[in-house]
Protein backbone atom coordinates (compact mmCIF):
# COMPACT_ATOMS: atom_id res chain seq x y z
CA UNK A 1 0.00 0.00 0.00
CA UNK A 2 1.22 3.57 -0.70
CA UNK A 3 2.05 6.01 1.84
CA UNK A 4 -0.19 9.28 2.09
CA UNK A 5 3.67 10.78 1.70
CA UNK A 6 3.99 9.37 -1.79
CA UNK A 7 1.48 11.84 -3.46
CA UNK A 8 2.98 14.78 -5.11
CA UNK A 9 0.57 18.38 -4.23
CA UNK A 10 -1.35 18.09 -7.16
CA UNK A 11 -2.29 14.10 -6.74
CA UNK A 12 -3.10 14.75 -3.12
CA UNK A 13 -6.20 17.55 -4.14
CA UNK A 14 -7.16 14.80 -7.12
CA UNK A 15 -7.45 12.63 -3.71
CA UNK A 16 -9.22 15.51 -1.52
CA UNK A 17 -11.45 15.74 -3.94
CA UNK A 18 -12.44 12.54 -4.80
CA UNK A 19 -13.23 11.91 -0.69
CA UNK A 20 -15.72 15.16 -1.35
CA UNK A 21 -13.51 17.05 0.89
CA UNK A 22 -13.09 20.80 0.42
CA UNK A 23 -9.69 21.96 -1.36
CA UNK A 24 -8.19 24.06 1.31
CA UNK A 25 -7.67 20.47 3.51
CA UNK A 26 -5.22 19.63 0.76
CA UNK A 27 -2.91 22.29 1.62
CA UNK A 28 -3.55 21.64 5.52
CA UNK A 29 -2.78 17.39 5.05
CA UNK A 30 0.55 18.65 2.80
CA UNK A 31 1.90 21.09 4.69
CA UNK A 32 1.74 18.82 8.02
CA UNK A 33 3.13 15.71 6.38
CA UNK A 34 5.89 18.00 4.95
CA UNK A 35 6.46 19.26 8.77
CA UNK A 36 7.78 15.49 9.43
CA UNK A 37 4.11 15.07 11.45
CA UNK A 38 1.83 11.70 11.47
CA UNK A 39 -1.93 12.11 10.41
CA UNK A 40 -2.87 11.47 14.07
CA UNK A 41 -0.56 15.30 15.07
CA UNK A 42 -2.47 17.39 12.92
CA UNK A 43 -5.20 18.83 14.93
CA UNK A 44 -6.71 20.54 12.24
CA UNK A 45 -7.60 17.59 10.32
CA UNK A 46 -10.84 15.43 11.98
CA UNK A 47 -10.79 12.08 12.57
CA UNK A 48 -13.38 11.02 10.25
CA UNK A 49 -10.71 12.29 7.34
CA UNK A 50 -8.23 10.65 8.63
CA UNK A 51 -9.90 7.36 9.31
CA UNK A 52 -10.43 7.59 5.16
CA UNK A 53 -7.47 8.39 4.41
CA UNK A 54 -5.88 5.33 6.58
CA UNK A 55 -8.05 2.91 4.18
CA UNK A 56 -6.30 3.89 1.61
CA UNK A 57 -2.77 5.20 2.65
CA UNK A 58 -0.25 4.25 5.17
CA UNK A 59 0.85 7.45 7.35
CA UNK A 60 4.01 9.15 7.80
CA UNK A 61 5.94 6.08 6.32
CA UNK A 62 9.13 6.92 8.87
CA UNK A 63 10.70 7.20 12.75
CA UNK A 64 13.67 7.85 13.97
CA UNK A 65 14.66 4.54 15.51
CA UNK A 66 18.31 6.08 16.65
CA UNK A 67 20.59 9.26 16.43
CA UNK A 68 24.51 8.76 16.96
CA UNK A 69 26.91 11.88 17.22
CA UNK A 70 30.37 12.55 15.91
CA UNK A 71 32.55 13.97 17.63
CA UNK A 72 32.99 16.50 14.66
CA UNK A 73 29.69 17.07 15.23
CA UNK A 74 28.15 14.90 12.26
CA UNK A 75 24.98 13.34 13.05
CA UNK A 76 23.81 9.79 11.76
CA UNK A 77 20.12 9.04 11.71
CA UNK A 78 18.80 5.70 11.63
CA UNK A 79 15.28 5.37 10.19
CA UNK A 80 12.86 2.78 10.47
CA UNK A 81 10.00 2.14 8.48
CA UNK A 82 7.04 0.65 8.29
CA UNK A 83 7.73 -2.84 7.41
CA UNK A 84 10.65 -2.70 10.27
CA UNK A 85 13.55 -2.49 7.35
CA UNK A 86 16.23 0.54 8.64
CA UNK A 87 18.18 2.69 6.36
CA UNK A 88 20.58 5.34 7.75
CA UNK A 89 21.27 8.78 6.86
CA UNK A 90 24.08 11.21 7.87
CA UNK A 91 23.77 15.20 8.80
CA UNK A 92 26.64 17.32 7.86
CA UNK A 93 26.84 20.88 9.72
CA UNK A 94 28.71 23.40 7.45
CA UNK A 95 28.80 27.26 7.80
CA UNK A 96 26.01 27.85 4.90
CA UNK A 97 23.88 25.10 6.83
CA UNK A 98 23.01 22.09 6.88
CA UNK A 99 23.63 18.79 4.28
CA UNK A 100 21.45 15.48 4.90
CA UNK A 101 23.00 12.66 3.02
CA UNK A 102 19.68 10.54 1.96
CA UNK A 103 19.63 7.06 1.42
CA UNK A 104 17.35 4.87 -1.72
CA UNK A 105 17.73 1.98 -1.52
CA UNK A 106 17.40 -0.81 1.42
CA UNK A 107 21.10 -2.01 1.14
CA UNK A 108 22.44 -2.48 -2.22
CA UNK A 109 22.94 -4.43 -5.91
CA UNK A 110 25.98 -2.57 -6.82
CA UNK A 111 28.34 -4.33 -4.28
CA UNK A 112 31.49 -1.82 -5.28
CA UNK A 113 34.28 -3.53 -3.30
CA UNK A 114 35.08 -0.66 -0.62
CA UNK A 115 31.32 -0.19 0.41
CA UNK A 116 29.51 -1.55 3.06
CA UNK A 117 26.16 -1.09 1.64
CA UNK A 118 26.17 -3.72 -0.57
CA UNK A 119 27.64 -6.25 1.99
CA UNK A 120 23.70 -7.79 1.96
CA UNK A 121 22.98 -6.98 -1.43
CA UNK A 122 19.69 -5.14 -2.46
CA UNK A 123 16.49 -5.74 -0.33
CA UNK A 124 14.27 -3.15 -1.82
CA UNK A 125 13.79 0.35 -3.06
CA UNK A 126 12.28 2.60 -1.25
CA UNK A 127 9.24 4.96 -2.48
CA UNK A 128 9.62 8.14 -3.22
CA UNK A 129 7.47 9.14 0.48
CA UNK A 130 10.07 6.93 2.15
CA UNK A 131 13.02 9.09 0.25
CA UNK A 132 11.10 12.13 1.15
CA UNK A 133 10.38 11.36 4.83
CA UNK A 134 13.98 10.83 5.53
CA UNK A 135 14.31 14.78 4.82
CA UNK A 136 11.31 16.17 6.60
CA UNK A 137 11.91 14.15 9.77
CA UNK A 138 15.21 14.96 10.06
CA UNK A 139 14.02 19.20 9.17
CA UNK A 140 11.42 18.86 11.82
CA UNK A 141 13.97 16.97 14.70
CA UNK A 142 16.13 20.52 13.80
CA UNK A 143 13.12 22.36 14.72
CA UNK A 144 11.81 23.28 10.95
CA UNK A 145 8.49 22.88 9.50
CA UNK A 146 7.15 23.23 5.77
CA UNK A 147 7.22 27.29 6.51
CA UNK A 148 10.80 27.26 8.18
CA UNK A 149 12.96 24.74 6.42
CA UNK A 150 16.32 24.06 8.53
CA UNK A 151 17.92 21.62 5.42
CA UNK A 152 19.68 23.35 2.79
CA UNK A 153 21.44 20.38 0.90
CA UNK A 154 20.74 17.32 0.46
CA UNK A 155 23.20 14.51 -1.02
CA UNK A 156 21.57 11.35 -2.94
CA UNK A 157 24.73 9.10 -1.62
CA UNK A 158 23.82 7.07 1.69
CA UNK A 159 22.51 3.13 0.69
CA UNK A 160 21.65 2.48 -2.72
CA UNK A 161 22.40 3.49 -6.06
CA UNK A 162 19.75 6.11 -6.90
CA UNK A 163 19.63 5.47 -10.43
CA UNK A 164 18.54 1.50 -10.40
CA UNK A 165 15.79 3.55 -8.91
CA UNK A 166 14.96 5.78 -10.84
CA UNK A 167 11.24 6.45 -11.16
CA UNK A 168 11.23 6.99 -7.02
CA UNK A 169 14.01 9.23 -7.08
CA UNK A 170 13.20 11.01 -9.84
CA UNK A 171 9.73 12.22 -7.83
CA UNK A 172 11.28 12.54 -4.99
CA UNK A 173 13.32 15.58 -6.60
CA UNK A 174 10.37 17.00 -8.27
CA UNK A 175 8.51 17.02 -4.54
CA UNK A 176 11.01 18.28 -2.43
CA UNK A 177 11.80 20.98 -4.84
CA UNK A 178 8.61 22.01 -5.11
CA UNK A 179 7.11 25.36 -3.60
CA UNK A 180 4.51 23.90 -1.59
CA UNK A 181 7.08 21.41 -0.15
CA UNK A 182 10.66 22.28 1.23
CA UNK A 183 11.32 24.18 -2.02
CA UNK A 184 15.07 22.63 -2.21
CA UNK A 185 16.68 24.10 -5.49
CA UNK A 186 17.95 21.32 -7.43
CA UNK A 187 21.37 22.99 -7.87
CA UNK A 188 21.40 22.52 -4.11
CA UNK A 189 20.88 18.55 -4.54
CA UNK A 190 23.80 16.00 -5.49
CA UNK A 191 23.24 12.74 -6.99
CA UNK A 192 25.59 9.75 -6.88
CA UNK A 193 25.98 7.33 -9.11
CA UNK A 194 28.30 4.62 -9.83
CA UNK A 195 27.67 5.33 -13.60
CA UNK A 196 24.18 3.78 -15.44
CA UNK A 197 25.26 5.20 -18.37
CA UNK A 198 21.69 4.94 -19.74
CA UNK A 199 20.12 6.62 -16.56
CA UNK A 200 22.48 9.26 -16.64
CA UNK A 201 21.69 10.12 -20.34
CA UNK A 202 17.80 10.51 -19.16
CA UNK A 203 18.48 11.93 -15.92
CA UNK A 204 19.91 15.02 -18.27
CA UNK A 205 16.40 15.29 -20.29
CA UNK A 206 14.54 15.78 -17.04
CA UNK A 207 15.21 19.35 -16.80
CA UNK A 208 16.35 18.95 -13.17
CA UNK A 209 19.65 20.94 -12.59
CA UNK A 210 21.41 19.09 -10.09
CA UNK A 211 24.99 18.03 -9.68
CA UNK A 212 25.80 14.79 -10.98
CA UNK A 213 28.46 13.27 -9.33
CA UNK A 214 30.10 9.67 -10.56
CA UNK A 215 31.64 7.16 -8.08
CA UNK A 216 34.67 6.38 -10.16
CA UNK A 217 37.08 5.41 -7.68
CA UNK A 218 39.98 4.51 -11.31
CA UNK A 219 42.11 5.38 -13.98
CA UNK A 220 40.97 2.44 -16.46
CA UNK A 221 38.80 -0.03 -16.88
CA UNK A 222 40.70 -3.00 -15.28
CA UNK A 223 41.07 -1.19 -12.27
CA UNK A 224 37.67 -0.14 -11.86
CA UNK A 225 36.49 -3.37 -13.26
CA UNK A 226 38.20 -5.03 -9.97
CA UNK A 227 36.64 -2.30 -7.66
CA UNK A 228 33.42 -2.02 -9.27
CA UNK A 229 31.40 -4.93 -10.96
CA UNK A 230 28.91 -2.40 -12.87
CA UNK A 231 32.23 -1.71 -14.72
CA UNK A 232 31.33 -4.47 -16.55
CA UNK A 233 27.82 -3.96 -17.93
CA UNK A 234 29.46 0.31 -18.50
CA UNK A 235 32.72 0.26 -19.31
CA UNK A 236 34.96 3.50 -17.85
CA UNK A 237 34.97 5.13 -21.48
CA UNK A 238 31.64 5.09 -22.01
CA UNK A 239 30.53 6.18 -18.24
CA UNK A 240 33.30 9.63 -19.05
CA UNK A 241 31.64 9.76 -22.56
CA UNK A 242 28.03 10.02 -20.51
CA UNK A 243 29.06 12.94 -18.25
CA UNK A 244 30.32 14.75 -21.05
CA UNK A 245 26.77 14.25 -22.44
CA UNK A 246 25.16 15.38 -19.33
CA UNK A 247 27.37 18.52 -19.21
CA UNK A 248 26.46 19.50 -22.89
CA UNK A 249 22.85 18.95 -22.27
CA UNK A 250 22.82 20.35 -18.43
CA UNK A 251 25.42 22.79 -19.05
CA UNK A 252 26.02 21.23 -15.04
CA UNK A 253 29.76 20.57 -13.81
CA UNK A 254 30.56 16.87 -13.26
CA UNK A 255 31.73 15.76 -10.35
CA UNK A 256 33.94 12.41 -9.86
CA UNK A 257 34.38 10.75 -6.56
CA UNK A 258 37.68 8.89 -6.31
CA UNK A 259 38.20 7.09 -3.02
CA UNK A 260 41.88 6.13 -2.87
CA UNK A 261 42.77 3.04 -1.98
CA UNK A 262 46.46 1.62 -1.02
CA UNK A 263 47.73 -0.52 -3.58
CA UNK A 264 44.78 -0.35 -5.82
CA UNK A 265 44.83 2.99 -6.95
CA UNK A 266 46.59 5.44 -5.62
CA UNK A 267 50.12 5.69 -7.45
CA UNK A 268 51.01 9.02 -9.21
CA UNK A 269 51.17 7.11 -12.78
CA UNK A 270 47.19 5.90 -11.90
CA UNK A 271 46.95 10.21 -11.26
CA UNK A 272 48.52 11.09 -14.58
CA UNK A 273 45.92 8.15 -16.37
CA UNK A 274 43.32 9.42 -14.55
CA UNK A 275 44.06 13.37 -15.57
CA UNK A 276 44.87 11.66 -19.28
CA UNK A 277 41.48 9.51 -19.57
CA UNK A 278 39.32 12.94 -18.29
CA UNK A 279 40.05 15.60 -20.35
CA UNK A 280 37.37 16.58 -23.02
CA UNK A 281 35.67 19.82 -23.36
CA UNK A 282 33.36 19.69 -20.51
CA UNK A 283 33.62 21.11 -17.18
CA UNK A 284 34.47 18.74 -14.37
CA UNK A 285 36.08 18.62 -10.63
CA UNK A 286 37.62 15.35 -8.76
CA UNK A 287 37.03 14.76 -5.45
CA UNK A 288 39.58 12.55 -3.58
CA UNK A 289 38.20 10.71 -0.66
CA UNK A 290 40.71 8.49 1.64
CA UNK A 291 39.28 5.32 1.90
CA UNK A 292 36.86 5.18 4.55
CA UNK A 293 37.61 1.29 5.74
CA UNK A 294 34.98 -1.14 6.16
CA UNK A 295 35.93 -4.27 7.97
CA UNK A 296 34.45 -6.51 5.89
CA UNK A 297 36.17 -5.62 2.51
CA UNK A 298 39.69 -5.83 3.95
CA UNK A 299 41.13 -2.67 1.43
CA UNK A 300 43.07 -0.01 3.19
CA UNK A 301 42.53 3.64 3.18
CA UNK A 302 45.94 5.69 1.53
CA UNK A 303 48.21 8.12 2.68
CA UNK A 304 48.65 9.55 -1.04
CA UNK A 305 45.54 11.67 -0.83
CA UNK A 306 47.09 15.35 -1.45
CA UNK A 307 49.61 13.69 -3.51
CA UNK A 308 47.40 12.46 -5.69
CA UNK A 309 45.22 15.67 -5.66
CA UNK A 310 48.52 17.91 -6.52
CA UNK A 311 49.88 15.64 -9.37
CA UNK A 312 46.24 15.95 -10.48
CA UNK A 313 46.04 19.91 -10.04
CA UNK A 314 49.50 20.03 -11.87
CA UNK A 315 48.22 18.69 -14.58
CA UNK A 316 45.55 20.72 -15.01
CA UNK A 317 42.78 18.80 -13.85
CA UNK A 318 40.42 20.78 -10.92
CA UNK A 319 40.60 18.34 -7.61
CA UNK A 320 40.62 18.70 -3.49
CA UNK A 321 40.66 16.34 -1.30
CA UNK A 322 37.11 16.16 0.86
CA UNK A 323 37.30 16.23 4.12
CA UNK A 324 35.83 12.96 6.25
CA UNK A 325 33.20 13.25 8.50
CA UNK A 326 31.62 11.28 10.88
CA UNK A 327 33.66 8.51 10.76
CA UNK A 328 33.71 7.38 14.22
CA UNK A 329 30.05 6.81 14.23
CA UNK A 330 30.40 4.79 10.92
CA UNK A 331 28.56 7.46 9.16
CA UNK A 332 31.26 8.39 6.74
CA UNK A 333 31.06 7.68 2.99
CA UNK A 334 31.14 4.01 1.83
CA UNK A 335 30.34 2.88 5.64
CA UNK A 336 26.19 3.30 6.00
CA UNK A 337 24.74 -0.05 5.97
CA UNK A 338 21.97 -1.92 7.67
CA UNK A 339 23.64 -3.31 11.00
CA UNK A 340 22.14 -1.84 13.82
CA UNK A 341 19.22 -3.94 14.12
CA UNK A 342 21.24 -7.12 13.73
CA UNK A 343 23.66 -5.85 15.99
CA UNK A 344 21.04 -5.63 18.88
CA UNK A 345 19.74 -8.93 18.09
Not at 267 to 278: D, G, I, R, V
Amino acid sequence: MQTILDLNYEELKDYILSLNEPLFRAKQLFEGLHSGKKLKEMSNIGKALREKILENFQDFPTQIYKKLESKDGTKKYVYKFLDGNIVEGVLMKYKYGYTLCVSTQVGCRMNCSFCASGLNGLVRNLTAGEILSQVLIVNRDLGGSVKERKITNIVLMGSGEPLDNYNNVIKFLKIISSVESLNISPRNISLSTCGLVDKIDKLSKENIPLTLTISLHSSNQQIREKLMPIAKAYKFEEVIKAAIRYFQKTGRRVIYEYAVIAGENDSLKNAEELAKNLKGDYSFHVNIIPLNEVKERGLKSSKNAYAFAEKLNKLGVSSTVRRTMGEDIEGACGQLRNKILKDEN
